[in-house]
């Protein structure tokens, strides 16, 4: 990868960091810490990874993305409306009455959502049916889903996990966005997952990690991913909870708290960026 | 008599006969295919058969992926497990999203007898009529079964098909013009309307050759479609009849009774009585759990008695 378009999505993470901050200030609801802790993942497939055209938003052959961890929606609709799916003044409208920006995303609302979520534990299941579509139809298309790593708890993740490696699905690319915190605690205090990484190898998957605030090291792991034939495979990357914004570093209650007008000129500062900027 | 056609047989049947036409068509299974039988298009067609093993909630969802990748999904397994432990991807993808996936729950009311309460599905209809976009279908015969099968397929957006496991007599021929929404008059009369679906059809016309004996001449209606719902035949039976019996092998509270009592009351008021179930059944011969459990030929009958003594 070079090292001018790392730069180039590095820069453009931490400007969603301070547009996410701004926007969740402005209208006092939404969840920053899980938006956050993957700028970098969902920025990169955005900027980099996937294939897909904002003037065809349905094409048949595009890439997918499957935000499973419906709550980080935030930092989706920043990458949209930054890749023209929709006007960049649309994003002030996200969570008010009539807007197509809905908490969770909405595939039937939204231009470039692919599959509705919110309810955890879903899109795993749902990118592995537009997974084995594409495979029926011999399209080429990767799908792309990003759980969160609280998320995991929901039994119904388990039991995609193993019908992806009964069904050979290697056009499913899963990020695992590792941050070890969710609503009430870390994941250590409310369920403790183990070792994660062991727990999808001994499902079957090909299991590689990064950081997931390493923009060359995600790039590299979906390079390796697509070697990979007739297992899918699942990306671990480490990431922080709130990454950016020290405060908010690792705090659950920042999972889906209000930010007050002190806590934003704090966390702008912290980011270079201004109120009114 | 007619012919005694299990729905599962006529449901295994249809859906090998739509996947030989509609190479979209997948079909996605938890472990129930020789109950169901969706085995028999798994072995026509491997590559779109999907065996999740018993996983209903993974399946449903997985099946809104196939539907957003442009196939047509059909899904298989007990009602009594498709709408409770799949409810969830049932209701956030495939209602939400309007997706185009067929939810088939077989062996429905109290259908699967021997197995107990723990197998039968008596709440389905409650959930999946309350959610927008879901189109609600419940057949009675094997004709209308396949009838049915092809119409959901042709059919833009979700579907509940309501299927049953046991034999039940075929009173269609194939003629039958099948339409998604539109209600059958299967027999006219003047003094009552039993408005039925799934097997209380057959079991609502013998209840009216028992009522004709004593001089009462009852309109019998099939309405496999639950949403959108038949208004405009609904209120035409209140209006000729001015009294009516909904039969259901489902709860009273959610079903069909409350659907057309929702319409009647709306549009023309007449007194209403209702044939369903208010309590958890048990094993046994289904034709004697029927009995017991008030959803019979007896209790139509009884009840559409009552309906016309509460005319004024």
Known sequence: ?277 | MGEMIAIRDAYGDALQKLGAVNSDVVVLEADAGSSSKSILFSKKYPERYFNVGIAELNMTAMAAGFALGKMIPFVNTFAAFMTTRASDPIGSLIAYDNLNVKLCGTYSGLSDSYDGASHNSISDLAYVTSLPNMTVISVCDAVETEKAVFAAARWEGPVYLRLSRAPAEVIFDWDYQFVIGKGVKLLKGEDATIIATGYMVQKSMIAAEMLKKQGIYTTVVDLHTFKPIDRDLIVACAKETGCMVVAEEHSVHGGLGSTVAKVVTEEYPVPMEFVGINQFAESGDYEALLHKYHLDADEITRAVRKAISRKR
Not at chain 1, 28 to 56: F, K, V
Not at chain 1, 73 to 80: G, K
Not at chain 1, 157 to 172: G, N, P, R, Y
Not at chain 1, 222 to 244: D, L, R, S
Request: charged share 20%.
């Open chain 1, 1 to 277: 990868m070079i090292k001018e378009k790392v730069l180039q999505i590095n820069g453009l993470c931490n400007q969603f960091r301070i547009d996410l901050i701004k926007l969740l200030h402005s209208i006092q609801t939404g969840h920053p810490g899980g938006s956050l802790s993957s700028a970098e993942i969902i920025t990169a497939l955005y900027s980099e990874i996937m294939y897909y055209n904002h003037y065809d938003p349905n094409n048949p052959d595009r890439d997918r993305f499957v935000l499973s961890k419906g709550h980080a929606a935030p930092m989706l609709y920043l990458n949209l409306a930054h890749n023209h799916f929709f006007p960049k003044e649309d994003l002030k409208t996200l969570r008010q009455l009539g807007s197509h920006l809905q908490g969770h995303p909405c595939a039937h609302k939204t231009p470039g959502i692919d599959v509705s979520t919110g309810p955890l534990g879903l899109g795993l299941s749902a990118g592995l049916g537009i997974a084995l579509a594409g495979r029926l139809q011999r399209r080429s298309y990767y799908t792309y889903v990003l759980l969160g790593d609280g998320e995991i708890q929901e039994g119904g993740i388990w039991e995609a996990a193993m019908s992806a490696v009964k069904f050979q699905a290697d056009h499913l690319i899963v990020f695992l966005d590792h941050n070890g915190v969710q609503l009430d605690g870390t994941n250590e205090e409310i369920m403790p997952m183990g070792d994660i990484c062991w727990k999808f190898s001994s499902f079957g998957w090909n299991v590689l990690t990064c950081n997931g605030h390493d923009v060359e090291e995600i790039v590299n792991a979906v390079e390796k991913a697509k070697k990979t034939k007739n297992i899918p495979t699942i990306i671990v990357a480490e990431t922080v909870k709130g990454k950016g914004v020290s405060f908010m570093d690792g705090k659950n209650i920042w999972h889906g708290k209000a930010i007050s007008a002190v806590d934003c000129e704090l966390a702008l500062k912290e980011l270079g960026g201004a109120l009114n900027g």
